[in-house]
């Protein structure tokens, strides 16, 4: 039986190296890169990261930007106009994730308490931006 909710299926981030931007995902978040072999032989425009079985994030070159024609004004999304993204994870890959980070000398803000998303109050949060500039927000509801 196939589900048909509505899901988010991916977000594209514009990133100005797509290999170091997988490893910084890979490495520091802990995400699974996508096509970033077909990718460093030139088989594939972009590679991505999974963040879970149905969503990932395509790190699109910067550089691509101009060429972007499918849909007008896409040069010009080439800066930071998406607020943040934010990841959901359990309590003990949250604690991880936020050790990963400090281990590689990437800012992290304060914790926050109870701070409103998609399941209602989140127990802790925190923001930290990947090698690009993009903010995420990193929280855990149980």
């Avoid at 550089?63 to 800066?79: D, N, Q, V």
């Avoid at 934010?86 to 701070?115: I, K, N, T, Y």
């Amino acid at each position: 039986m196939t589900d048909h909710t509505t899901r988010l299926d991916h977000v594209v981030l514009w990133v100005r190296d797509p290999i170091a931007a997988a490893r910084f995902y890979e490495q520091a978040v802990g995400l699974e890169p996508v096509r970033l072999t077909d990718y460093s032989v030139g088989e594939a425009p972009f590679p991505s990261v999974r963040v879970n079985d149905e969503t990932i994030l395509d790190l699109m070159p910067l550089a691509t930007a101009e060429r972007m024609t499918m849909l007008p004004g896409a040069a010009e999304s080439s800066g930071h106009p998406v607020n943040h993204v934010c990841l959901s994870l359990p309590a003990g890959d949250f604690d991880a994730l936020r050790d990963r980070l400090e281990e590689r000398s990437v800012p992290v803000s304060d914790l926050a308490h109870d701070s409103f998303g998609a399941r209602g109050p989140a127990r802790r949060s925190f923001y930290f931006r990947d090698p690009d500039g993009n903010i995420f927000e990193a929280r855990h509801y149980d």
